[in-house]
């Protein structure tokens, strides 16, 4: 199993920066690292890629068009299809990357919310009794 690179430093600070205080978003970590959902869905996290976003179809056509800018393949082969890697020039641009975070966050708003798993299918199957 391929062992996770730590996300760039550049990356972290500007997650942190554009997704702190975000009306509904809940911060989880996933896979180690620290990620931020609305409604059960991921809408922006980080990556050894970078920070990646959520976005719907003509938003995600429009930020692809950003220099730097590209579709997230956690691993060759896998695009996820609905989320972009953010490009480094945003991460001196705040205010244009909490936008883009902004239009993430409205996007999985409007999405049906991921039921919450119970505690039992977290653990997994072999820990029931029959």
């Not at 554009?18 to 931020?36: H, N």
């Not at 800018?69 to 996820?80: K, N």
């Not at 883009?100 to 409007?110: A, G, P």
């Given at each position: ?81 609905e989320y972009v890697v953010v490009p480094e ?42």
């Amino acid at each position: 199993m391929k062992k996770w690179k730590p996300a760039p430093r550049e990356a972290v600070a500007a997650f942190e920066a554009a997704t702190s205080g975000l009306p509904g978003a809940e911060p989880r970590k996933m896979f180690g690292y620290f990620c931020v959902f609305a409604k059960g869905n991921m809408f922006a996290g980080l990556h050894e890629a970078g920070m990646v976003l959520r976005l719907p179809g003509e938003q995600r056509t429009e930020f692809l068009q950003l220099k730097g800018a590209s579709q997230f393949e956690p691993m060759p082969g896998r695009v996820m299809r609905e989320y972009v890697v953010v490009p480094e020039i945003l991460f001196n641009a705040p205010k244009q990357l909490r936008a883009w975070v902004e239009k993430s966050l409205d996007y999985v708003l409007s999405l049906p919310a991921k039921p919450k798993k119970s505690s039992v299918s977290r653990r997994g199957s072999k820990n029931i009794k029959k």
